[in-house]
């Protein structure tokens, strides 16, 4: 029962890893160095992003404004731009048509404020415009609302199995289920650098942010892209890790 919680969490793999070769120690080493740097990249954001707040945006325009004129620029007028509570909380909703600001970005008057709400808008722009990441994003959320939800209890059934003298087939289904999340993660890095890309084209064009300032605001988005793409790459890394395990049982 031991080696099955063992088989099951990843957290618990060290031994089990160790037991069953190198590729399983090696997966286990690649996910903690991909949590140090996820940790690293997740404390740099922060620190620019208070930084940055700091830093008045010309004219004195808020987040809410700043977003409101990339809309109305892009011809995208069937967005409502919205506040909502909290931190870090700010999203586009295509099923209600709303780019929503959180606290810190809505009244703002900072360049962070400003590439967080122009990031936002370029979700919108590209729902308006068809961008096919970010469809195809959309289509991949019910089926991994679905696949992460039961890929635990079909691994652990997968592995009750093979204890048990079975084969791998219910395990690798599990494999398969959790890939899904990672390819989730995978198809979600086009649509964040995108979304960025377009903020900082239109800050650009459209001489909102010049020199220096737009730099800030480059720097900004940039931190906030990295942090998808290091779980991006912990979501490929647990895959690998599972895909390890399985294929050292299966010897
Ligand atoms: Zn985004």
Same mark, same amino acid.
């Given at each position: 029962?031991?080696?099955?919680?063992?088989?099951?969490?990843?957290?618990?793999?060290?031994?089990?890893?160790?037991?069953?070769?190198?590729?399983?120690?090696?997966?286990?080493?690649?996910?903690?160095?991909?949590?140090?740097?996820?940790?690293?990249?997740?404390?740099?954001?922060?620190?620019?992003?208070?930084?940055?707040?700091?830093?008045?945006?010309?004219?004195?325009?808020?987040?809410?404004?700043?977003?409101?004129?990339?809309?109305?620029?892009?011809?995208?007028?069937?967005?409502?731009?919205?506040?909502?509570?909290?931190?870090?909380?700010?999203?586009?909703?295509?099923?209600?048509?709303?780019?929503?600001?959180?606290?810190?970005?809505?009244?703002?008057?900072?360049?962070?404020?400003?590439?967080?709400?122009?990031?936002?808008?370029?979700?919108?722009?590209?729902?308006?415009?068809?961008?096919?990441?970010?469809?195809?994003?959309?289509?991949?959320?019910?089926?991994?609302?679905?696949?992460?939800?039961?890929?635990? !209890?079909?691994? $652990? =059934?997968? %592995? &009750?199995?093979? /204890?048990?003298?079975?084969?791998? @087939?219910?395990? !690798?289904?599990? $494999? =398969?289920? %959790? &890939?899904?999340? /990672?390819?989730?993660?995978?198809? @979600?890095?086009?649509?964040?650098?995108?979304?960025?890309?377009?903020?900082?084209?239109?800050?650009?064009?459209?001489?909102?942010?010049?020199?220096?300032?737009?730099?800030?605001?480059?720097?900004?988005?940039?931190?906030?892209?990295?942090?998808?793409?290091?779980?991006?790459?912990?979501?490929?890394?647990?895959?690998?890790?599972?895909?390890?395990?399985?294929?050292?049982?299966?010897?």
């Amino acid at each position: 029962m031991l080696d099955l919680l063992q088989l099951a969490d990843p957290y618990y793999g060290y031994s089990s890893g160790i037991a069953t070769g190198i590729s399983s120690t090696g997966s286990i080493i690649l996910m903690a160095v991909i949590a140090i740097v996820g940790y690293i990249v997740q404390a740099r954001l922060q620190s620019v992003f208070a930084k940055y707040s700091q830093v008045p945006f010309p004219g004195g325009m808020t987040g809410a404004e700043v977003a409101a004129k990339m809309l109305r620029d892009n011809n995208v007028h069937n967005v409502k731009i919205t506040h909502v509570s909290g931190q870090l909380t700010d999203h586009f909703n295509p099923a209600n048509m709303t780019v929503n600001l959180s606290d810190s970005v809505y009244s703002s008057r900072s360049i962070a404020a400003a590439a967080v709400a122009c990031h936002e808008c370029g979700h919108a722009i590209q729902h308006a415009r068809g961008y096919a990441p970010l469809v195809m994003r959309s289509a991949l959320v019910p089926v991994v609302n679905f696949s992460s939800k039961i890929a635990t !209890w079909v691994i $652990i =059934g997968g %592995i &009750a199995l093979m /204890a048990t003298g079975g084969g791998t @087939t219910i395990c !690798w289904i599990g $494999i =398969g289920l %959790i &890939a899904m999340s /990672a390819l989730f993660s995978i198809v @979600t890095l086009p649509v964040e650098y995108n979304a960025s890309e377009r903020a900082l084209e239109w800050l650009e064009s459209s001489r909102t942010l010049q020199g220096v300032q737009l730099s800030y605001a480059r720097e900004s988005l940039r931190w906030a892209a990295r942090t998808y793409l290091v779980a991006a790459l912990s979501a490929i890394a647990t895959v690998l890790y599972y895909v390890s395990l399985i294929s050292r049982r299966n010897d």
